[in-house]
């Protein structure tokens, strides 16, 4: 299955033209058996890494032997974690002794208890489990998330004891099972085990990826802060939005890539397709959509505007083709009228990308698609000054 992947020679490598994709690098001897395996969020850079001068004792000698280096594309940095452990544990390669030995993943555990705890565990002590979440790549987002979710929804993480915990006293483990245990009315004991199994209901769909609700009101609480001009805060709940969507990405079966290394690229392709798809019912193309530019204008209160340019080649992110235009108006009262006006600055950013539109190195290329934030004004005003004629026309 792995032979077949494409194999470059390792003095030939360029790691320039290697992809900032997540996903798997590998090492072959001059026999092409697979000698050491790795994971990574940016290809790139990890592969470049290998090829500088100060290389571990361990590092150079696996390099002096290796012949030839594969990579597959993967879509996250989960997917490459458990890509990685799954070729690590098959082929059991030379030089990955200290990922062989490693300790597995990590899950999220709900106990099976009269008052289920949510808790980290290993795989090996998924015994006793009311349900699990994961494995899932790095620990520290996962207590993270935890973490978030407690101030959302209290949980318990400890037996029933003799007395409240330490969380019950700041509202983090509410109902406490050791201090509901210890009621002595029934009906008060019987309403806070329904409700601390209600929490716990609402954790498993939260962690089962129905976030909808609870993602919606951190939304509007990030909003809220921004608008009172509260950053941290609105930093913090931020923060808490990207550990809730990471907890709960949708993750590709780790055999497909297995099955077609190329099927990052598939993907990419369909997507392409069906935003051709999409669009057809707007605008005609005269071929295949490969580079889209997007455009966007931001400034404060009309001082120090700039425009930002965001490239996709072939359906990914190209950053070498990221820019940010510093917008330059005229000084005194005119110019802070100019920096408020998007349309202004949509204008100086077009007559500044059509100097670029060789095909690199002398420049950046054509773009296929154009994005801008606004309306049919906008989309004007950048096409118009840019003097481009894309290979799309309006359909009538």
């Known amino acids: 299955m792995l032979l077949s992947l494409k194999k470059i020679r390792v003095h030939k490598t360029n790691p320039k033209k290697i992809p900032e994709n997540?996903?798997?690098y590998i090492f072959w001897n001059k026999e092409k058996k697979p000698i050491y395996i790795g994971k990574s969020l940016n290809l790139k850079s990890r592969v470049a890494s290998y090829f500088l001068q100060n290389l571990s004792p361990k590092t150079?000698?696996?390099i002096s032997e290796a012949n030839y280096l594969s990579i597959i594309k993967v879509?996250?940095?989960?997917?490459?974690?458990?890509?990685e452990a799954k070729l690590v544990?098959?082929?059991?390669?030379?030089y990955n002794s200290q990922l062989k030995d490693d300790k597995n993943p990590l899950y999220i555990k709900i106990t099976n208890d009269l008052f289920p705890q949510v808790i980290t565990a290993r795989k090996v002590d998924l015994t006793n489990s009311l349900t699990f979440f994961g494995p899932f790549p790095a620990s520290g987002s996962v207590r993270g998330v935890l973490k978030m979710l407690r101030r959302i929804i209290p949980y318990a993480q400890h037996k029933i004891g003799k007395r409240g915990c330490l969380y019950s006293q700041i509202g983090l483990c509410n109902?406490?099972?050791?201090?509901?245990?210890?009621?002595?009315?029934?009906?008060i004991k019987k309403n806070y085990r329904r409700l601390y199994k209600k929490n716990i209901k609402t954790i498993i769909k939260i962690l089962s990826g129905d976030i909808h609700l609870v993602r919606e009101s951190l939304e509007k609480e990030m909003v809220g802060f921004s608008r009172e001009e509260n950053f941290e805060k609105a930093k913090i709940v931020r923060d808490q939005i990207q550990k809730l969507d990471y907890i709960t990405q949708p993750i590709t079966p780790i055999n497909e890539f297995l099955k077609n290394p190329n099927f990052i690229e598939d993907i990419r392709a369909a997507e392409i397709n069906s935003l051709e798809a999409i669009l057809a019912k707007y605008i005609r193309f005269s071929k295949k959509i490969e580079r889209i530019e997007c455009y966007d204008i931001a400034h404060l209160s009309g001082s120090k505007p700039t425009a930002s340019l965001v490239t996709f080649v072939n359906a990914e992110p190209d950053k070498n083709y990221y820019r940010r235009f510093r917008?330059?108006?005229?000084?005194?009262?005119?110019?802070?009228?100019?920096?408020m006006d998007d349309l202004a600055s949509l204008r100086e950013v077009a007559q500044r990308r059509r100097k670029y539109f060789n095909p690199p190195p002398d420049g950046w290329g054509v773009p296929d698609l154009i994005i801008v934030d606004g309306g049919k004004t906008q989309v004007k005003t950048?096409?118009?000054h840019a003097d481009i004629t894309l290979n799309f026309c309006r359909k009538s």
């Open 89 to 94: 544990k098959d082929l059991q390669p030379q």
């Open 327 to 339: 917008i330059h108006p005229p000084a005194g009262e005119a110019g802070k009228k100019r920096g």
């Open 175 to 187: 109902p406490c099972p050791s201090l509901t245990e210890n009621m002595k009315d029934e009906k």
């Open 22 to 24: 997540p996903g798997i």
């Open 75 to 83: 879509s996250s940095e989960l997917e490459a974690l458990l890509l």
């Open 60 to 62: 150079a000698r696996m």
């Open 382 to 384: 950048i096409v118009s």
